[in-house]
T-cell receptor, first 111, second 116 residues
Framework: DSGVTQTPKHLITATGQRVTLRCSPR?????VYWYQQSLDQGLQFLIQ???????AKGNILERFSAQQFPDLHSELNLSSLELGDSALYFC??????????FGPGTRLTVL | AQKVTQAQTEISVVEKEDVTLDCVYE???????LFWYKQPPSGELVFLIR??????QNEISGRYSWNFQKSTSSFNFTITASQVVDSAVYFC?????????????FGKGTMLLVSP
């Protein structure tokens, strides 16, 4: 158990819908990262937050957004969902710039 | 731009065999970190090791060992006397050591199947 929690574990929704994925980092970790894992793209970095502020942005679509709250938990919002958004979404956390510890992931299925 | 290549998409071995997973990377950064993560069938990503670019000493942890060679930009992972529980997808990853940019670039992964 990495100490990073993600909810929900599974999510099934329809195209065009909007979902929110939630992540709670390990105690004391200020950085939260979101990654998407799909069969064709592999593991791709989406976005990083550090202590509530956006710190780095990767291949995140404009339909996706994230935020980190004062209690350091983070949410990833995915809107106008398409079939191709079906993937495993991971959250990771770290202390400053050290190794990242990953949560169990949220498996999103868009039908 | 950074790139991590894991040329072996799938490896099958029989229990107790030794197996080496290859990782080759490209980066323009002079200092960087290399990582290995394990993704068992249950899906979570488990951190295995972090290596600094300025430390080329090989590391051994139980049945696991890592060979870092800066001259060939490789960071290979060897499992000695493999076990069925080692069956998983293994990812090599890279990130710059510059503070403020700590995102990981992952390889495509190598699926290891260990048969009894």
């Amino acid at each position: 158990d990495s100490g990073v929690t993600q909810t929900p574990k599974h999510l099934i929704t329809a195209t065009g819908q909007r979902v929110t994925l939630r992540c709670s980092p390990r105690s004391g970790d200020l950085s939260v990262y979101w990654y998407q894992q799909s069969l064709d793209q592999g593991l791709q970095f989406l976005i990083q937050y550090y202590n509530g502020e956006e710190r780095a942005k990767g291949n995140i679509l404009e339909r996706f957004s994230a935020q980190q709250f004062p209690d350091l938990h983070s949410e990833l919002n995915l809107s106008s969902l398409e079939l191709g958004d079906s993937a495993l979404y991971f959250c990771a956390s770290s202390v400053t710039d050290n190794e990242q510890f990953f949560g169990p992931g949220t498996r999103l299925t868009v039908l | 731009a950074q790139k991590v290549t894991q040329a072996q998409t799938e490896i099958s071995v029989v229990e107790k065999e030794d197996v080496t997973l290859d990782c080759v990377y490209e980066t323009r950064d002079t200092t960087y970190y290399l990582f290995w993560y394990k993704q068992p069938p249950s899906g979570e990503l488990v951190f295995l090791i972090r290596r600094n670019s300025f430390d080329e000493q090989n590391e051994i942890s139980g049945r696991y060992s890592w060979n870092f060679q800066k001259s060939t930009s490789s960071f290979n992972f060897t499992i000695t006397a493999s076990q069925v529980v080692d069956s998983a997808v293994y990812f090599c990853a890279l990130r710059p050591a510059n503070s403020g940019y700590s995102t990981l670039t992952f390889g495509k992964g190598t699926m290891l199947l260990v048969s009894p």
